[in-house]
């Protein structure tokens, strides 16, 4: 992303508008009927976890992904999601706030995976994250927490072991908190640690989900890849216009090899389906705001960028 964010710029960036609900500045959001249709807390064999990112509304761009996974796993007998539970503030919304935001994600997340894990234990895991949501994906998984932006997110513990037997594909795209040079990485961000990098513990404990774990970063993006220039905004944004068919087959195909290690493999919905799961009892979530929907709003400001982006084709102004 340019310096300056002209007008022209502007101009371009609303002509360039996709109808896709998960582009870089999309105008419509992927809260449709036909996403929405696989929101589930029942046990189904394949039962998705989405972390939305910054300021994005749930389900967020991750929902054209999630129905995809779902109906390429046998449509909506087969196949659910959830969201992740947390407000998804940006540091737009004030210095603390994105730590707050994720460190809450972090432990409401743990508490629905422990939820559904219970109450469903032969059902396949999916975990899905973008941006914050991204961060507090492997927080989930591997334990979080630390200084980053202007703020300390409180810590975390890595996920209970057994739940995380359970887990059989995470996909995490332009995550806040990550680490260089690991071998879950996908992009050419991989050399460059994002916006803080794990700590040993965490980053040893996320590592066991190696085998299952895809850690998206492009090079560029301002959030993941720091020290990788020249930065450029579209590089946190364009995951998905990106990435959806090989994320799609990759994770089909881990979903779908069968568990040899037990003889709750090959599960049938009907054998699986164990009732209805109560609904997380975690902090209603906030409203969606007026910011940039992506967690970026702090690289804006260290790029410094003009205050303003198009979003969902209306002028956002927003102040710093
Ligand atoms: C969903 O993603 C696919 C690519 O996997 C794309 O062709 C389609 O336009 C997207 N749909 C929406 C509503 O964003
Ligand atoms: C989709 O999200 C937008 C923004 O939060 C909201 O105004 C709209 O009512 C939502 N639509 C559905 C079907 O939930
Ligand atoms: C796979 O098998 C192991 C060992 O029996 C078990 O602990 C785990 O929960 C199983 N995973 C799934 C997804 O069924
Ligand atoms: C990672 O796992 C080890 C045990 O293998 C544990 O002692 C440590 O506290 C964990 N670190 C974090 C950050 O969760
Ligand atoms: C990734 O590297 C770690 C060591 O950092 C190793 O333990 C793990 O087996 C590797 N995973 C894969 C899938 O190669």
Redesign the pocket.
Known sequence: MKASFSSLALIAAVASAQ????SQYPNVY?N?TEVLAFESYDCKPFHIFLARGSDEPYPGRQG?LTR?ICSRLGGADQCGYENIEYPAKSTAWGKDEWCKSAAQGASNGQAQFEGYAQNCPNSKLILLGYSQGASVAQDILGGGGGQVFECSQAPNPQLDAKVGEQVVAAVTFGAVARSKNQNFTVGDGKPYDGTRPRTTGQLANLSKYSDRLQDYCHFGDPICAIGSTPQDLDAHLNY?VLH??EV?DWVVQKAETPNVSSETSNIKPSESQQGSTPRPTTAAPAQDGNAIQTGAASSITSAGLAPMMVLFGTLVIFTL
Not at 19 to 22: F, L
């Open positions: 109808e896709r609900c998960d992927c449709t054209n995809q998905f959806n068919k799609i």
